[in-house]
């Protein structure tokens, strides 16, 4: 027999069976714009939509719908997200394309450390970029709780970043209960990635990365398997998110990020449309 989850008054109940939610609803603790979910569903829905449950609670269609949200579970632990070098890469793939970016989820390769996260709406706190990661290493954070399903996440050919749960990657990482996501947090969340288009020095390799600490001195470039060493010096082009300051830099390598997770670079002979971009940037996110 199922198991559903419900949401009454905020907060995720269950699970319990038909006959409970049939009690609920007898009791006026489920109606039909009540959210549910059962495993093997994409997301919540609302009871009216689900047929098996309309049925058997003889719910009517809703006239109106109030937004609900469940919060995702919180993490006290600090989210020391540098130790996960060398984790297993036996997370496995989904190969159904349920995701609403351009990304073609079905050339992942799962060993791959190709996954940025973004902590901060998921915890009620200041947004922060870590990674590259593979698929093995954002379960292991999942199950540590040092994420969880409202985290964000990207890779190069998302169109912005996603809420984790709205991504083929979840079912394959967890059989957590999706979290309901309001609206309002949906629009928040909509943020096209600060990426770094870096061209080495014979201009023949592209690498793409996430941006994060820019200042007019320099930026660090979360990004994996680039071959570089301090003191060389690359070209970029740089696209900060949701913004049109974009502008072009050359920097010199000063430091390789632990666990080969990226590097730090000192800008060299920036221009004024550079400097300006880049003040630009700094005082929309101030």
């Known amino acids: 027999m199922a198991k559903w989850y419900y949401v009454q008054d905020g907060e995720r ?12 609803a007898e009791d006026g603790i489920l109606t039909n714009e009540s959210y549910v979910w059962k495993k093997g569903m994409k997301d919540w829905a609302h009871l009216a939509d689900i047929e098996e449950l309309a049925t058997l609670l003889n719910a009517s269609s809703a006239s109106s719908r109030t937004p609900q949200f469940v919060p995702a579970p919180d993490s006290d632990d600090d989210p020391a997200f540098a130790d996960l070098d060398g984790a297993d890469n036996t997370a496995s793939m989904l190969m159904e394309d349920t995701s609403k970016s351009s990304f073609d989820w079905q050339k992942i390769n799962t060993q791959h450390k190709i996954f940025m996260i973004k902590t901060g709406i998921d915890r009620g706190a ?31 050919g998302m169109d912005t970043w996603e809420f984790l749960a709205d991504t083929p990657l979840a079912g394959q990482i967890t059989s957590e209960v999706p979290p309901v996501i309001a609206e309002s947090e949906r629009r928040k969340a909509v943020r096209r990635p600060f990426v770094a288009k870096m061209f080495l020095s014979d201009d023949q390799q592209v690498f793409e990365g996430v941006c994060r600490d820019i200042s007019i001195g320099g930026l660090q470039i979360l990004v ?32 390789l990020l632990g666990q080969n997770q990226g590097l730090s670079v000192r800008f060299q002979n920036l221009d004024d449309a550079a400097r300006q971009a880049i003040n630009a940037y700094l005082d929309q996110a101030a």
């Open 13 to 24: 109940q269950g699970p319990v069976d038909e006959k409970k939610m049939q009690s609920l």
């Open 224 to 255: 994996s398997d680039v071959p570089v060493r301090v003191g060389d010096t690359i070209s970029m082009n740089v696209h900060p998110d949701n913004t049109n300051h974009s502008f072009v830099a050359t920097g010199r390598v000063v430091r």
């Open 126 to 156: 200041n947004e922060v970029e870590y990674g590259p990661f593979n698929l093995a290493m954002l379960q292991r954070l999942l199950q540590e709780k040092r994420i969880n399903l409202k985290t964000l996440v990207y890779t190069p």
